[in-house]
């Protein structure tokens, strides 16, 4: 069952613009809500650690008072995705904002991870991208309005043989955007994909990896990839590439992939943590 913080009424939900957020509870998926809260949109919370939800969903309120309502899914499965799919399609409770931000990566080579995991992150990184903005889209375009962010990456524009499937699964993201955005044009609905390169979060403690061979110049800022992102999707970009290093890192890599990928190569590898 849905869990709620706060409840926005029918009537205001048309007056106050709602975002939901998925993967709201870390990383850039924290940074867009809270960015989101600072300019008075409600939220909407989804994740799936519902302590958690609910920690952040009293932190937001408080400081920005705005309604925040808190969904506890887990989108690497049929019935998380389900729920989500359903807040956004409530004609009583429209969600202007949809930002797909839930992801995972698989820091070993692919042959050496489980079948498993590779499964729940393609369900994750790459299904539930494609049936949340199958269930956003329709929903959006008849209201005539509807901004939609999804979370690519640098690696799907530069793929990694480290990272093989998380690649991959973002490339497909990436393209996924590009043509929805083109499908979309002139309906009031707008899709921005935002590929960051390596950015200070949760991210990699949580795939259990140490990336201290990265120097620090690689690094990103994580509320300057949000509002980088927030701005490209408002000015009707369909492709975001936050920071000027990364602008010339992908622009390079379209006419010399093998030159961009051997480079990032040679800086080092992911060390798996015990």
């Not at 949580?206 to 110049?217: C, G, K, N, Q």
Request: aromatic share 4%; charged share 25%; with cysteine.
């Amino acid at each position: 069952m849905p869990r709620h913080r706060v409840e926005a009424s029918p009537a205001t939900a048309d007056v106050v613009p709602t975002a939901l957020v998925t993967g709201a509870t870390a990383g850039l998926g924290a940074a867009f809500a809270r960015q989101l809260a600072a300019e008075g949109h409600g939220l909407v919370l989804a994740a799936r650690d519902a302590a958690r939800l609910d920690e952040r969903a009293e932190q937001l309120s408080t400081r920005y008072g705005v309604d925040v309502q808190t969904q506890a899914a887990d989108l690497a499965t049929d019935e998380g995705r389900a729920v989500v799919s359903a807040r956004l399609t409530d004609p009583t409770r429209p969600i202007d904002v949809l930002i797909n931000n839930a992801g995972i990566g698989l820091y070993r080579a692919f042959g050496k991870t489980a079948i498993e995991d590779e499964r729940r992150l393609l369900e994750l990184n790459v299904r539930a991208v494609m049936e949340l903005c199958h269930s956003a889209v329709p929903v959006m375009r008849a209201r005539g309005r509807g901004m939609i962010i999804n979370l690519g990456s640098v690696g799907g524009l530069v793929p990694r043989p480290e990272t093989t499937s998380y690649g991959a699964g973002k490339a497909y993201v990436i393209a996924f955007s590009q043509g929805l955005s083109a499908l979309v044009k002139d309906s009031g609905v707008t899709v921005t994909v935002v590929c960051p390169g390596f950015t200070h979060t949760e991210f990699h403690e949580r795939a259990r990896v140490d990336m201290s061979y990265l120097p620090e110049w690689m690094w990103l800022d994580v509320e300057e990839v949000v509002a980088t992102g927030l701005s490209d999707a408002r000015r009707g970009k369909s492709l975001s590439v936050p920071s000027l290093r990364y602008k010339a890192i992908t622009g390079l890599a379209r006419v010399a992939p093998g030159l961009v990928v051997r480079g990032l190569s040679s800086a080092g590898k992911p060390k798996p943590r015990r």
